[in-house]
């Protein structure tokens, strides 16, 4: 599989160093060896959802029972997520950490994932959701503790997004 499994293990241990004890996800290609990490982990829970929204729910909960958590998803998921982040999250205020494979952009080759791609972005923009793009395995850590840190004062959802760069091997 030519997901990285270096960056897989930068990404978790960045997770974990925000304090995350708690993951939600669907099972997805590119955070397949995330998935497992936290599953191997005793420090770590993984709850496996049968839909991506589902996971606004566990956020909401982690959050009013004071765990930190994050959202496993691709981009599809967050277009399946919209509802329960927009009538949950937003209007509670409830800060929700979302890590989306970023699927559908330059280089994709799978064109079932395209038209996902193309409206990421303006998506999250449309939400009001602040996200990052995220490349550079160096920026890793940083980025996921800033993003957390936002989620938490601004008590809203924020948004990584992992790029091919990041998460695919060649």
Known sequence: MPVSVKNSEVLFAALKSAEITLLSALPETWLVHVMQMAEDDP????????KEEEGVGISTGAHLAGRK????????????????????????RIPVLMVISYRGEMGERDPWQTEGGRITEPLLQSLGII?????????????????QTLAESSLRPVALLLTRDLMWEE
């Open 131 to 147: 996200y990052r793009k995220l490349s550079d395995p160096a920026t890793v850590a940083y980025e996921v503790r800033q993003a």
């Open 43 to 50: 420090d770590m829970t993984l709850i496996r959802l049968n």
């Open 69 to 92: 958590s994050a959202m496993l998803m691709q981009n599809h998921g967050l277009l399946t997520s919209v509802n329960g982040i927009v009538s949950v999250a937003q209007l509670y």
